[in-house]
């Protein structure tokens, strides 16, 4: 089983609404991401989570709050967001996060469908 | 980090083969090369990767050029099902995080 789950796939929400994008993986891997993906445009990262813990955030507004209660979840609480914020949310997860040398090479990043939101 | 460039967009007939191009001439001696390609209403999906050899799958063959600079990902036969956009990536091999940096990407459109 090679899959990520992303819930809900649709999410519409006012400027002053809070919400939460939930990600599911069992492969048993311990990295996780948060992308974000305008239309035409490739994804961008937002945050990785290596075991659990957050390792990287790319200077991403706090109106986006991620979260990684356990090995097999990650979620992206929303809170007082902009109409710009409009676009495809994507997660992923990969192995092993401190594989080096050739392990490196294999850390194949494994996506969801991505969850479409639309900030009113 | 060192850049890819690729082709807007590219098209194919069906069955035939497709040659992708990716330019990548500041790559250093530690980066790998993935490819990466995104479906329609899809998250993208692992292609195929190498660091100096070419390399073959079951989805695609990878051609790397002696000097590192460039690539070209093979598709031997196009199908319907393969209009994607294809990323070329360029992954550190070192302490790297395991980070993705996306480029623009090739969109691959397949004519029957």
């Known amino acids: 089983d090679t899959e990520v789950t992303q819930t809900p796939k649709h999410l519409v929400m006012g400027m002053t609404n809070k919400k939460s994008l939930k990600c599911e993986q069992h492969m048993g891997h311990r990295a996780m991401y948060w992308y974000k993906q305008k239309a035409k445009k490739p994804p961008e990262l937002m945050f990785v989570?290596?075991?659990?813990?957050?390792?990287i955030n790319e200077s991403v507004p706090s109106r986006f709050s991620p979260e990684c209660p356990n090995s097999s979840l990650l979620n992206l609480h929303l809170h007082a967001l902009q109409p710009e914020d409009s676009a495809l949310y994507l997660c992923?997860?990969?192995?092993?996060?401190?594989?080096?040398?050739?392990?490196?090479?294999?850390?194949?990043?494994?996506f969801g469908a991505g969850t479409r939101l639309s900030v009113l | 980090d060192a850049k890819t460039t690729q082709p807007n967009s590219m098209e194919s007939n069906e069955e035939e083969p497709v040659h992708l191009p990716c330019n990548h001439s500041?790559?250093?001696?530690?980066?790998?090369i993935h490819w990466y390609r995104q479906l329609p209403s899809q998250g993208p999906e692992y292609v195929i990767h190498g660091l100096t050899s070419n390399v073959n799958n079951r989805m695609a063959s990878l051609a790397i050029a002696e000097d590192r600079k460039s690539s070209t990902l093979i598709l031997h036969r196009a199908t319907l099902r393969d209009a994607a956009v294809y990323y070329c990536i360029l992954r550190r091999g070192i302490n790297a995080g395991n980070m993705l940096t996306f480029g623009g990407g090739t969109r691959l459109m397949v004519k029957p």
């Open positions: 992923a997860s990969s192995q092993d996060p401190l594989l080096a040398g050739a392990g490196v090479a294999k850390n194949i990043q494994y």
């Open positions: 500041t790559i250093s001696g530690t980066d790998y």
């Open positions: 989570y290596s075991y659990e813990k957050l390792s």
